[in-house]
């Protein structure tokens, strides 16, 4: 979250993780030779028909010049925000070999290959100023049906051209329905959780679990954990495989009771009302919105975070908090008046958390000396001021991970893994009423379904997805993910294409990752399961001064409806319906209150506060 105006963080963020992956080299497969069953499979790759069979940007088009062969050529323009990526999915075979290659110009110009069921590829040139042929090959898994032939370009960076694409190896048979898949087998239960495996079904492209018979969630991989699960109850699981033919029948039941324990089921989520508004207060600070009284914060806000908490150094884990100085900000409160203030507020019913971090607290626990003076400094700060909890926004360098450390399930990086004892010591502390909720980034999140880390051969931005051990750890604990849809560059969604921010796409597409869950760096063996709904808000600026990717209230209601109703979708396909989405989160109720309301009010009108 910023004090000042919005930043290029997320841009830099890229162009870091751009630089790293140039530096790493491409990941290029040697192309083996075709065989005799072998056909051209990508449709119009000379752009002879224009964008026909493409997915392609605005602005995209077919040029007669320059070209490699024929009439036409793909020219696109890469923006600050967009790379201009233009794709298609092509039918293939399961364990088959297929050679890519296409002739390009221009700049950074990439070609690759998604969905292979193996390993990803993608090959580039730095430097085209005449054509260039680039080259990959890959082999398909041994359930893969289709794959998606991609091309584009970098942010920033002048047009590119492309001609002449080619996707060579044996056509796919038509797809057909995948049969059922086997019984499920359930992993070691929580009070709250049960995980669950299967073998894979040939053919299969995704599966469905159904809890009691009612769906649960979708996934892509074999394993999954339910969540959100009453202690010392009896649960019925199913699961079904699906592909672009259809959906199986499903197996035979498996049958789970869940242990008796306490937990809050969800971090506390049980104090808030079905459809919560949470706002970030400048308590510490002013800025150009002007200092707030918490006891003049209206009563729209559910969750009140206290912005910052910040460390006395990036590694010392002590964490301290102060009202703003009177020189900075001349109407501030008084200790006492801003402590009844908070009084007032839970006494309506109100949460009021402590937000460590935000733009300028970077927190690195790094030794189990930090750890700890994390965990005591940030009581004392709750027990001082009577808080309900914690809220972790935790920005920049604070979360990164070690090369090697490549599977979200059980990280070994020092900063994640003391971060997430320090979480489960509070809560085990102050008890299943704790209030936990996290505002994390994009970049830390939504992009660990491409990246995750450095990469297993090095040199990727290790921030990249960082958050999701954090918040997988502590799924059973937390009460709300708010993650920051802004100050963001274009993000893949699970339909394989990039959205960008500022309309109710992106929300969509971002939001739909959360809740249906996704493999990380497109490995199907390591899927981050979804989070329940009422676990998931909506994080937005509350103006146009509040951050990049300001989005207006008539774009904030479509979002609501397509995640709630699947109505005003557009063009994405959600992969479910989501009535018991818990809300939004904005930065600021002090910028939505220099922005008269229009935020809260918005959120009002449509829940009908």
């Known amino acids: 979250m910023e004090r000042t105006g919005p930043p290029a963080r997320f841009t830099r963020l890229l162009s870091l993780l751009s630089a790293a992956l140039l530096g790493a080299g491409a990941l290029v497969a040697v192309a083996p030779a075709a065989g005799a069953a072998d056909a051209e499979l990508a449709a119009n790759g000379g752009f002879e028909a224009g964008l026909t069979g493409w997915n392609c940007p605005a602005g995209a088009t077919a040029v007669t010049t320059p070209v490699h062969t024929g009439t036409s050529a793909l020219k696109a323009t890469p923006t600050a925000g967009d790379h201009a990526r233009c794709a298609q999915t092509v039918t293939v075979r ?25 390993t990803d590829v993608s090959t580039w040139t730095a430097s085209a100023g005449d054509w260039q042929k ?64 299967w073998p894979a079904v040939p053919g299969a492209t995704g599966y469905t679990v159904y809890r009691g018979g009612a769906k649960a969630l979708s996934v892509t991989g074999t394993s999954a954990t339910v969540t959100g699960l009453t202690a010392s109850t009896a649960y019925s699981f199913q699961v079904s495989a699906t592909n672009s033919a259809g959906e199986s029948p499903r197996s035979a039941a498996t049958t789970v009771t869940t242990p008796a324990g306490g937990g809050g089921g969800g971090g506390g989520g049980a104090g808030l009302p079905a459809h919560a508004l949470v706002g970030y207060l400048h308590s510490s600070f002013a800025n150009g919105s002007g200092y707030t009284r918490m006891a003049d914060v209206p009563d729209s806000w559910d969750v009140i975070n206290l912005a910052f908490g910040e460390p006395t150094s990036v590694t010392s884990g002590d964490i301290r908090f102060s009202l703003c100085p009177v020189a900075e900000c001349p109407n501030v409160e008084s200790e006492a008046q801003f402590k009844a203030a908070i009084a007032a507020k839970q006494a309506a019913g109100k949460k009021v958390l ?5 733009q300028n607290g970077q927190v690195q626990l790094a030794t189990t000396a930090a750890r700890d003076a994390f965990v005591t400094s940030v009581s004392k700060i709750i027990d001082t001021y009577g808080l309900d909890g914690l809220d972790i926004d935790f920005e920049g360098h604070s979360l990164s991970l070690n090369t090697g450390d490549t599977d979200f399930r059980s990280p070994t990086t020092p900063v994640i893994v003391n971060l997430i004892s320090a979480v489960k010591s509070l809560k085990a502390k102050y008890g299943p009423d704790f209030v936990l909720t996290m505002a994390p980034e994009t970049f830390f999140v939504q992009l660990g379904y491409q990246y995750y880390g450095s990469g297993p051969w090095g040199g990727q931005d290790p921030r990249a997805g960082a958050y999701l051990p954090v918040i997988h750890a502590l799924r059973d604990d937390l009460t709300l993910l708010h993650v920051q849809d802004y100050n963001s560059g274009s993000i893949m969604g699970l339909d394989n294409q990039y959205h960008s921010m500022g309309g109710a796409d992106f929300h969509i597409a971002m939001t739909d990752m959360l809740l249906t869950g996704f493999p990380v760096a497109g490995d199907a063996t390591k899927v981050f399961p979804a989070l329940r709904p009422e676990q998931v808000a909506i994080g937005l600026p509350a103006s146009t001064q509040a951050g990049n990717g300001h989005t207006s209230p008539a774009e904030v209601t479509k979002a609501l409806n397509c995640l709630t109703k699947k109505t005003d979708c557009g063009t994405y396909q959600t992969h479910g319906t989501w009535p018991a989405l818990r809300g939004l989160m904005t930065w600021s109720i002090n910028w939505d209150r220099f922005n008269g309301y229009a935020f809260a009010q918005n959120f009002d009108a449509y829940f009908g506060s």
Not at 99 to 111: D, H, N, P, Q
């Open 94 to 118: 399961p364990n088959s070999a297929y050679t890519l290659s296409a002739w390009v110009r221009g700049s950074y110009v990439y070609l690759g290959a998604s969905g292979t069921g193996t």
């Open 134 to 197: 680039l080259t990959t090959a890959f082999t398909t898994g041994a359930s893969t049906t289709s794959v998606t032939v991609y091309t584009h370009g970098w942010y920033g960076m002048p047009a590119y051209y492309v001609d002449d694409l080619s996707l060579v190896g044996p056509g796919g048979a038509p797809v057909t329905v995948p049969a059922a898949p086997a019984a499920p087998t359930a992993g070691t239960a929580t009070a709250t959780s049960v995980p669950l495996s």
């Open 354 to 358: 402590i937000s460590i971090g935000g």
